[in-house]
């Protein structure tokens, strides 16, 4: 695995965690009076499971996603920590 490759690695879980980390902070700061607009957002994707019953095993598939400003503000702070530290 090149340098290249293991960067957009790292690059990728960066933007990864300060989606989360952003997304709780602003499900937090919602909760306040103030700051009601860092959880001000919009969430998409499957509500409803897919089922699949193969009689031995049933699998459920769902998949939602929730961005919220303050999630979309923690991946712009990770790509720029990203961009100081590499």
Known sequence: MSTRD?????LIVFILSGIVVG???GELAGKSGSLWW????????LTEPLTLDLSVIKLSFSLLIKL?????IGMIVAIIIYRKCI
Request: charged share 10%.
């Open 68 to 72: 919220n400003i303050s999630s979309i």
């Open 23 to 25: 997304g709780l902070l």
């Open 6 to 10: 293991k960067s957009i690695w790292i």
């Open 38 to 45: 860092l959880a001000y957002g919009q969430e998409f994707g």
